[in-house]
Structure formats: structure tokens, C-alpha cells
């Protein structure tokens, strides 16, 4: 088993930028891959973006990738995922989650078996 717990949230301007980070402990971090999801009011989950487990390969969402920076440190057990040129439509709970195999990387959230809490990032105008 895995047990995630994210940091890194809270009130950003828009235009800025964020930078969560998601700290695994129990089983071997880099036999997972790492997807990052985001959950905004009123809406479904949405997958933000991915990292192979040992951190070569990663993808994110056609709507967000060219703001988006995922990476992993499979010393420290963690994943980060940094985010610029925010917006309102950023505002959501994020959650890191883990699956394996660790060289399969996909958005479908139902293919995750551990998930963190989340974080509130809220993005203001």
C-alpha cells in the first residue's frame, strides 16, 4: 500500500503560478506511476497529468500542458507539480494518486489505486 499526502495549496493570484508537492510513504515510491487529478466545484474530476515511475516520461492534459511541470524524486518519495500563468478556471482540490504498473501512464482515474486527500488551490482575480 501507499499512502500520499499533498501540499502546496492555498490562494494564488491569477497569472501566478503554484507548486504542489505529493509525499508517499509505504510501499516502493518507484514502482508507481504518479498522476495528478483536479476536482473543481460542480465538476467532474479531471486528470491534470502523469510521470512515469522513474521520472523519464511524463504527460499532462492537452488543456493544460504548456503550463504544466510534473517531476518526481524517488529518494525523497516525492512527486511535485508545478503549474504557471494560473487562471480562475484553476481553482480546484488536487490529489495526487498512484498506480501501477509504473510504465503505464493514463488519465483514466478508476486505473488509480491510492489517493492522496487533496489540496485546495483557489485562484482569485
Known amino acids: 500500500q501507499v499512502q500520499l499526502v499533498e501540499s502546496g495549496g492555498g490562494l494564488v493570484q491569477a497569472g501566478g503560478s503554484l507548486a504542489l508537492s505529493c509525499t508517499a510513504s509505504g510501499d516502493t515510491f518507484s514502482g508507481y506511476a504518479m498522476g495528478w487529478f483536479r476536482q473543481a466545484p460542480g465538476k467532474e474530476r479531471e486528470w491534470v497529468g502523469s510521470?512515469?515511475?522513474?521520472?523519464?516520461?511524463?504527460t499532462a492534459a492537452d488543456s493544460v500542458k504548456d503550463r504544466v511541470t510534473i517531476s518526481r524524486d524517488n529518494v525523497k518519495n516525492t512527486v511535485d507539480l508545478h503549474m504557471n500563468n494560473l487562471t480562475v478556471e484553476d481553482t480546484a482540490i488536487y490529489y495526487c494518486?498512484?498506480?501501477?504498473?509504473?510504465?503505464?501512464?493514463?488519465?483514466?482515474?478508476?486505473?488509480?489505486?491510492?489517493w492522496g486527500q487533496g489540496t485546495q488551490v483557489t485562484v482569485s482575480s
Open positions: 494518486a498512484a498506480s501501477r504498473p509504473s510504465s503505464i501512464l493514463t488519465k483514466a482515474s478508476d486505473a488509480y489505486q491510492y
Open positions: 510521470i512515469g515511475g522513474r521520472g523519464y516520461v511524463t
